[in-house]
């Protein structure tokens, strides 16, 4: 069953406001090859410390299209401006991700866009798919045109047929 993200993410969005993980299957190719959309399942976790560079998040992006939901990684942590605050100094961020399975543009968002992370990705036969091999997929970014056209041509149907 197919739900809309304006309707589910907000539901996701609460649970794990109340420290709850949650499972979803999401759609698309934009993480290809680490995500296979309407086949992979992923579980976010609410975030317990400091998106760093390589994970994976929802977040809710400024995109060329406006603003919608993506599940994408992290590639790059800019510093908007420094900001006086009645604590002290504290400094906002702006968060950029990309899809693996994409060659080119960016979705930007603040923290408080990011929805969750993902923790596991699991393949429809149960086997987890570990996160660390996105880290290197970064920098692949040269090579991944070819790497995608392999791993469509080959390594799909292999492992989803």
């Not at 995500?35 to 579980?43: T, Y």
């Not at 060329?64 to 990684?73: A, D, I, N, S, T």
Request: charged share 25%; hydrophobic share 35%.
């Amino acid at each position: 069953m197919r739900v809309e993200n304006d309707i589910l993410i907000p539901e996701l969005a609460r649970l794990l406001a109340e420290g709850k993980e949650v499972r979803f299957t999401p759609s698309g190719v934009s993480m290809r090859p680490f995500i296979e959309g309407d086949k992979d399942s992923v579980v976010l976790s609410p975030l317990t410390r400091e998106p760093q560079i390589g994970d994976i998040l929802l977040v809710q992006a400024e995109t060329l299209c406006g603003r919608q939901y993506v599940l994408h990684r992290l590639i790059r942590i800019e510093t908007i401006s420094p900001f006086p605050s009645g604590e002290g100094r504290e400094e906002a961020f702006s968060y950029i991700l990309m899809g693996d399975g994409n060659l080119s543009g960016t979705e930007s968002c603040t923290r408080a866009g990011i929805i969750g992370r993902v923790t596991r990705i699991e393949t429809p036969s149960g086997r987890t798919k570990p996160l660390t091999r996105g880290r290197l997929w970064l920098r692949l970014k040269p090579h991944r045109s070819f790497l995608l056209k392999l791993y469509r041509h080959t390594i799909l149907k292999w492992l989803y047929s």
